[in-house]
């Protein structure tokens, strides 16, 4: 089993800057990459980013490209995405996720999920 936990949420201006982190522990050598997703109320959990975990290739969604850039360390097991000039339309549930695959986009593709951090950008 694979454990995934996100941390480093919290409420911010907008314009302002937070860095999540999800630290990965148990069998993580069937991970090959992470992504972030997000999920604001009312509306469907999005892709944000993902990046391998050896070569760190990455790739990010339109909304976010230029404002987040998700990194990893494979020493500490931990991924992050720093989230900068924040909007109130980034204002959602963070889940990290990891799958045995390529990159993907799409959520169904991941197999191990974290709970959670909530973000709060406001006006």
């Known amino acids: 089993q694979v454990q995934l936990v996100e941390s480093g949420g919290g409420l911010v201006q907008a314009g302002g800057s937070l860095r999540l982190s999800c630290a990965a522990s148990?069998?993580?050598?069937?991970?090959?990459?992470m992504g972030w997703f997000r999920q604001a109320p009312g509306r469907e959990r999005e892709f944000v980013a993902s990046i391998t975990w050896s070569g760190g290739r990455t790739y990010y969604a339109d909304s976010v490209k230029g404002r987040f850039t998700i990194s990893r360390d494979n020493v500490k097991k931990t991924v992050f995405l720093q989230m900068n000039s924040l909007k109130p339309e980034d204002t959602a549930v963070y889940s990290c996720?990891?799958?045995?695959?390529?990159?993907?986009?799409?959520?169904?593709?991941?197999?191990?999920w974290g709970q959670g951090t909530q973000v709060t950008v406001s006006s």
């Open positions: 148990g069998r993580t050598f069937n991970i090959y990459a």
């Open positions: 996720a990891g799958r045995d695959g390529s990159l993907a986009i799409t959520r169904g593709a991941y197999h191990y």
